[in-house]
């Protein structure tokens, strides 16, 4: 069993900056990858970023790439999401996901995750 922990969200005004992070512990194995989804009000969720413990591959979506960075520490197996230039429409319930055998294909897809946080939530101000 894995728990996933996520920390950090809040409110913050247009162009600044946050950083979330989340703790997942319990038998990750050695190759599980780990994202980053949000979802806003009457939304689907969305993929934000993932990287994969093997190679540290990391992948974003279109809507956030050049403004959030992912970064994995392997040792805690922590992932943290720096987010810069933040957006009023960046606006969502952020959620830690983590997939221990996630196909290349599904790195995007919620369905490639099967354990989640509880969510936090990012609010920006225009």
């Known amino acids: 069993q894995v728990q996933v922990v996520e920390s950090g969200g809040g409110l913050v005004q247009a162009g600044g900056s946050l950083r979330l992070s989340c703790a997942a512990s319990g038998s990750t194995g050695s190759s599980y990858t780990m994202a980053w989804f949000r979802q806003a009000p009457g939304k689907e969720r969305e993929f934000v970023a993932a990287?994969?413990?093997?190679?540290?591959?990391?992948y974003y979506g279109d809507s956030v790439k050049g403004r959030f960075t992912i970064s994995l520490d392997f040792a805690k197996v922590t992932v943290d999401l720096q987010m810069n230039s933040l957006k009023p429409e960046d606006t969502a319930v952020y959620y830690c996901?983590?997939?221990?055998?996630?196909?290349?294909?599904?790195?995007?897809?919620?369905?490639?995750?099967?354990?989640w946080g509880q969510g936090t939530q990012v609010t920006v101000s225009s």
């Open positions: 990287i994969r413990r093997r190679g540290l591959s990391t």
């Open positions: 996901a983590a997939g221990l055998s996630t196909i290349l294909s599904e790195t995007s897809n919620p369905r490639g995750y099967g354990y």
